[in-house]
């Protein structure tokens, strides 16, 4: 089996086609890249502020990386930085005023481009797909840890 035929490949094809699209609507739209997209969303998706090491982790990349991504959306008074207090080197980030209305738009995108990509599929095979990504997730952890091993 060549590469192309692997489950892993055709996931990470589908995967980039679906944020390739959401970028270009995120840009044109809100003028904001895929990292200030997820970076704004998952900092919306919390009550209380996060450290950049927690919004690192939870987007998936590296904390240098994410330190770049914070710093433009802080500049364009989208994010709030704060003093953490338990360490004086930490900060807490959340969304300003604005960046709050922005998430709110761009999740409102978000789901209906969501509604779309789901409307090609009939009820059991939305099923069918949440049961095979839900399986897959697992067993991607299992292998995960038994090569920490």
């Given at each position: 089996m060549g590469i192309k035929?692997?489950?892993s490949y055709r996931l990470h094809v589908v995967a980039n086609l679906l944020s390739r699209g959401a970028e270009l609507r995120y840009r044109r739209e809100f003028g904001v890249s895929l990292w200030e997209w997820r970076t704004l969303a998952l900092l919306?998706?919390?009550t209380g502020p996060l450290s950049l090491n927690h919004l690192a982790h939870a987007a998936g990349i590296h904390k240098s990386q994410m330190?770049?991504?914070?710093s433009g959306l802080a500049r364009r008074k989208l994010v709030v930085r704060s003093a953490n207090s338990e360490d004086a080197r930490g900060v807490h980030l959340a969304l300003s005023r604005a960046g709050r209305k922005l998430y709110d738009s761009l999740i409102a995108a978000a789901n209906?481009?969501?509604r779309a990509f789901r409307s090609c599929l009939t009820r059991e095979e939305k099923r069918a797909f949440e049961n095979a990504l839900a399986k897959l997730a697992g067993q991607a952890r299992q292998f995960i840890q038994q090569e920490k091993k």
């Open positions: 035929e692997l489950l919306g998706a919390v330190s770049r991504v914070v209906e481009r969501d």
